[in-house]
């Protein structure tokens, strides 16, 4: 018995030190039925070409590239990638597409205290963290200084944004498993935002202000170039305060500016753009996005009054693009703004019309239930960049998203051949294409 676990120690040994030397020389094993250490994650996948013929002309428009919302381990579930290990090549392959720009986000939460509810001013903001949900985390000093570093060793301009979530979205991983988190995340977001009281906008922008703040000395020190100032996710409404919203966003945007020397990012609510409200919140008692250096639209597909019935041909699908982005450019232009689009369509059959979904949701039958098409998306990329000549109030094209390695299911759990990532997709080949012209 003493000797079977002396043998067992000795075994153990040996492999620590195998692995350790493997990590320090940034050696990887043969793919196998065994782990995949973390720092050969982005060697171990296949990198697809599919040769697509693209008819594509110069673009005046600002070149960007957005990378997947998430930072940190695990975001294929497979506990051993890592965006880290995956900076270097995902930007090396960024300037393949000819960009100028790279976009990649930062996470906060906001923590309860309690049993408060959403009306409840006793929370605070803190930094996201991998166990909290075993994916996403905030962004560390030093995580910054290798994202600058490796954009600008590449031409590249570095830009921040930010997931906020009022919720442990810890909680959606277990609904994958047992339950509904399309559903889950649709009902809680609904109840976040069905009232803000004058005294809660007033508490969230103290509280927001004063964590970007920190943030922007950060990235000031990081050399970051653009920095977000708009939480994505659980976007914050202010039906009924819109006009002190507006003063405290303005108030929010020239203190950042105090400490942080690069672009201001904002986003424009696409239905307050092109509608004039989004529900019930008035977007036209709003203009302090003016005050941002950059002012961004979010369409993961097209919005509701230019959408196409669901078997509609590619040329109807083609037509209703052109449609949306001339009435982007017209409403751009009324604004006195210029517009950068942030385009992300999925690759499944409809997408352009039906939007993202969450892969991670397998017990979701319409998910399961969705077919494959990577054509439908690059042919959405394709109309998009047909429909944008001659449109002076469009600045700048944000192609999204784009996945931190080259994993493709059943490779991977996560059914990324029907996401809004275009990476290892036909759409990349129109991307690059029209990138590069």
């Known amino acids: ?38 720092w050969c994650s982005a060697n171990n996948f296949e990198r697809k070409i599919y040769n697509r013929e693209v008819s594509a002309s110069k673009i005046n428009q600002v070149k960007s590239v957005n990378m997947y919302d998430t930072w940190g381990r695990n975001y294929n579930m497979g506990m051993i990638e890592t965006t880290q290990a995956n900076i270097e090549s995902s930007f090396e392959r960024v300037k393949e597409l000819g960009a100028s720009e790279v976009f990649v986000h930062d996470f906060h939460r906001a923590v309860y205290e309690g049993d408060a509810d959403f009306t409840s001013l006793n ?16 962004m560390s000093k030093d995580d910054i200084s290798k994202l600058t570093t490796a954009a600008h060793a590449r031409g590249l301009k570095l830009g921040i944004k930010h997931n906020l979530s009022f919720v442990d979205i810890g909680k959606y ?44 000395k950060m990235y000031q020190e990081g050399g970051v170039d653009i920095m977000s100032v708009s939480p994505i996710f659980m976007t914050p409404h202010f039906a009924g305060n819109e006009a002190l919203a507006n003063s405290l966003y303005k108030q929010l945007i020239a203190e950042v500016k105090k400490v942080f020397k690069g672009q201001i990012y904002t986003e424009v609510d696409l239905y307050g753009l092109i ?3 989004n529900r019930d ?46 009435e982007l450019n017209t409403k751009a232009g009324k604004k006195g703004i210029e517009l950068t689009i942030f385009f992300a369509p999925s690759s499944y059959e409809n997408a352009i019309i039906l939007g993202p979904v969450e892969v991670l949701d397998v017990k979701n039958e319409r998910i399961k239930k969705l077919k494959q098409d990577l054509d439908e998306q690059a042919e959405s990329f394709q109309s998009l960049f047909d429909s ?21 299911d059943p490779q991977v759990s996560p059914r990324i051949s029907i996401t809004a990532s275009f990476r290892n997709k036909p759409a990349e080949e129109v991307v690059r294409a029209w990138y590069l012209k």
């Open 281 to 326: 919140e008035d977007w036209n008692k709003f203009d302090y996005y003016k005050d941002a250096d950059i002012q961004e639209v979010r369409a993961y597909n097209l919005p509701s009054k230019f959408q196409t019935k669901e078997n509609a041909t590619k040329a109807e699908k083609d037509l209703a693009i052109r449609g949306f982005v001339k």
């Open 173 to 216: 991983i277990t609904q994958g498993i047992s339950g509904n988190i399309e559903n889950s995340v649709a009902s809680d977001f609904e109840a976040f935002n069905q009232t803000h009281s004058k005294e809660w906008v007033e508490d969230y922008f103290s509280k927001w202000q004063a964590r970007l703040v920190e943030k922007a």
């Open 123 to 138: 929370y605070k903001f803190v930094d996201e963290t991998f166990w909290n949900d075993f994916r996403d985390q905030s």
């Open 275 to 277: 509608d004039g409200n």
């Open 1 to 38: 018995m003493k000797k079977t676990v002396k043998y067992s120690l000795i075994t153990l040994g040996v492999v620590i030190v195998i692995v350790t030397l493997m990590a320090v020389f940034d050696v990887c094993p043969p793919r196998g039925p065994w782990p995949t250490p973390p």
């Open 388 to 408: 944008i000549a001659n449109t002076p109030n469009i600045v700048r094209i944000n192609a999204g998203n784009f996945a931190w390695d080259d994993a493709f």
